[in-house]
């Protein structure tokens, strides 16, 4: 009865209130010829976890599976089977654009419980209710950015998502906001002695991601405090939010943006996304999209309404501050119930487990002759490593194994050839990592048979 809405009293009930004994007779009209008669030949019920396991052999029947070790800014986690059950409800899956808050209380509630959790997961005073994605909420911030300070320079990490700037460099092409890139020092972090050359008296922002793309995590306090100094804002960026349950909130940023795809969208050939953007409560008037706030009617009745919505399709298009006009509100639902349904410490015990598989990985990677860590700052789920021989090589034998093994680097950053970037979350098992270790391993001893016969052959040309 889990998944049925009317207990047997309720549609008791219901037949009484139509006039109707039965249901047998609510449906008299239609012919009964056409009525199943009998019961349908299906098995019998089984539980959540038997019935997830029946899908999943089901898929391997109809498509090959492969485990994943992908991350770069989306992440594959477990989605409880109640997420779908209450987003599909018609009343969510159909909402109303909340402009009549008559008519939309359910609506705006979960918004602003939205906002709510981001607010705390962040450390910020506020959110907004959602936006696209996390590359157009960085774009937003740093336009925000722009806007409190009245200044036209940005000061943008180069471990920064590479499509991020790419959608920044695309949305500030055709204005006069100068953009400069600041390298990565060897620990993988942001290098703040670059830093500090490029801050001045006109700099907006300071853009770091955190954990930023090579799973490093910044030093957002320091950064914080220098980014102060020079009258700039402090934009963090998070494309993992999970870690915000486990590492200190950016509590010391001015603006928080990034992506919530991980708290219950899944990953779905590239869509949808789940942006977010959250601030210091002083900056609330430069906020993009959306804020709903809680108020009383004139009986005293908690209600919810649009409270800020200074938005290209409200006002005079000059005069908005964005020109984003809707939110994501049925993926910010799903992060809702996502969110709710682990609670706290559920959400703590989560990340700490990513963490730990993470972190097992690495040490048994790096075990692995040949394979090493470039980067020593402190990680979360995600992590880089530098491998023998050919990267892509490797990718295509870990293929061959059903296993996705990461990200080449090498695709965005020239200079970090035969690197991966690897994600672990509590999706991976004990037994699919070692799987991955071992490929890496038969990868490894072909890498150094191969080079000895290759110093073999340079010799037995030397000695000609």
Sequence with gaps: ?????????????????????????????????????????????????????????????????YDSFLGAGAYAHFRPAAMDALISRGEFFTAYTPYQPEIAQ???????????????????????????????????????????????????????????REVLATYAGQLSVERVEINYAPSGQLDIEKL??????????????????FGALERTRELAELAGRHGALLIVVVTEPL??????????????????????????????????LACKEKFVRQMPGRLVGATVDREGRRGFVLTLATREQHIRREKATSNICTNQSLCALAATIYLCLFGKNGL????????????????????????????????????????????????????????????????FYPELENHLLIAVTE?????????????????AGAAAEGAMRELESQAALRNR
């Design 1 to 65: 009865m889990r998944y049925l809405p009317n207990s047997e009293r309720d549609r008791a009930a219901m037949l009484e209130a139509i006039g109707r004994r039965s249901a047998e007779e609510l449906f008299a009209q239609i012919p009964e010829t056409l009525r199943l008669q009998g019961k349908l030949n299906i098995p019998g019920p089984l539980s959540e976890q038997e019935i997830l396991e029946f899908f999943r052999q089901a898929s391997r029947e109809s498509a090959r599976e």
């Design 106 to 164: 359910g609506t705006l509630q979960a918004m602003f419980e939205f906002q709510t959790l981001i607010a705390q997961l962040t450390g910020m005073d506020v959110s907004n209710a959602s936006l696209y994605d996390g590359s157009s909420a960085t774009v937003e911030a740093v336009f925000m950015a722009l806007r409190v300070t009245k200044r036209e320079k940005v000061l943008l990490a180069r471990s920064l998502h590479p499509e991020y």
């Design 196 to 213: 500090e050359s490029h801050l001045d008296n006109r700099t907006a922002a300071v853009v770091v991601q955190s954990p930023n793309f």
């Design 243 to 276: 870690s915000l349950a486990l590492v200190n909130s950016p509590r010391e940023a001015d603006i928080v943006a990034g992506e919530a795809q991980s708290f219950g969208v899944p990953v779905s050939f590239g869509g949808p996304y789940l942006g977010f």
């Design 348 to 411: 703590r015990a989560l990340a700490e487990q990513n963490f730990a598989k993470a972190d097992y990985a690495a040490r048994w990677l790096t075990s692995v002759p040949g394979v090493s860590a470039p980067f020593s700052a402190p990680r979360f789920n995600e992590f880089t490593v530098k491998v023998p021989g050919d990267a892509g090589a490797l990718l295509a034998a870990l293929e061959g194994a059903k296993i996705l093994g990461g990200v080449e680097l090498a695709r």
């Design 427 to 443: 999706t991976a098992s004990r037994a699919t990592l070692d799987r991955m270790v071992e490929v890496y391993r038969r990868f």
